[in-house]
């Protein structure tokens, strides 16, 4: 049995204040997940990128604060879509702190 078979056994089993307790232990967890946006260590230094790719969000934002169009990074990384893009925003504007961290760290070096 997979473990999330496991869950889904004894979840039918909950209370509903106890599945509701669950939802909220849940919910908390991935408060900080971003769909399409991923950082794993030994990736890019572990900062955060676009899934399926080694494109760091803080690129991409450094591109769009220096005038690059969506058009444009489209164009110039080919493995992007709209969609990515969209998620890069949403982090960006959600991590403002530790993407401008990230920019400056680069123009540092």
């Known amino acids: 049995m997979s473990a999330l078979e496991a869950a889904e056994e004894i979840f039918a089993k909950l209370t509903r204040a106890e599945k509701a307790q669950l939802l909220r232990w849940a919910a908390s967890d991935l408060s900080d997940a971003f769909p399409g946006i991923e950082s794993r260590p030994g990736v890019c230094g572990g ?63």
């Open 47 to 109: 900062e955060p990128c676009i899934v399926r790719t080694r494109i760091p969000v803080w690129v991409l934002e450094q591109a769009r604060r220096l005038g690059v169009s969506e058009a444009e990074l489209l164009n110039s990384y080919p493995t992007l879509r709209a969609e990515d893009l969209a998620n890069a925003w949403a982090y960006a504007r959600s991590h403002r702190d530790e993407i401008s961290h990230q920019i400056e760290q680069n123009e540092a070096d």
